[in-house]
């Protein structure tokens, strides 16, 4: 498995930008699809975003389209994602998250095609 931390979270004011960076270790980073997850207090873990091996296929939940952007590096072993024009409703922590391999496209949104998970940045958005 690969181990995951996150890092760049914190609170700022609505309309702000906040770039959440998941650095991984393991021998093996460039072969996993990676995603970013949020969960809110009192909700369930949501999908945000996942970005394939190559970086060339990229896949939002239609909630944060055109604010958020997933972005990877596997010479750096490094997932970011870019939250522009944050509204009070992100507020959530958010996780990075390591596919199983075999996985499609249509289960990325879902928590079950992620074996390795990070501990979780902490996004505060101020009204």
């Known amino acids: 498995q690969v181990q995951l931390v996150e890092s760049g979270g914190g609170l700022v004011q609505a309309g702000g930008s906040l770039r959440l960076s998941c650095a991984a270790s393991?021998?093996?980073?460039?072969?996993?699809?990676m995603g970013w997850f949020r969960q809110a207090p009192g909700k369930e873990r949501e999908f945000v975003a996942a970005?394939?091996?190559?970086?060339?296929?990229?896949y939002y939940a239609d909630s944060v389209k055109g604010r958020f952007t997933i972005s990877r590096d596997t010479a750096k072993n490094t997932v970011w994602l870019q939250i522009n024009n944050l509204i009070p409703e992100d507020t959530a922590v958010f996780y990075c998250?390591?596919?199983?391999?075999?996985?499609?496209?249509?289960?990325?949104?879902?928590?079950?095609?992620?074996?390795?998970w990070g501990q979780g940045t902490q996004v505060t958005v101020s009204s």
């Open positions: 998250a390591a596919a199983t391999s075999g996985q499609t496209p249509t289960n990325y949104y879902s928590t079950r095609a992620y074996a390795s």
């Open positions: 393991g021998r093996t980073f460039s072969a996993y699809v």
């Open positions: 970005i394939n091996w190559s970086g060339g296929g990229t």
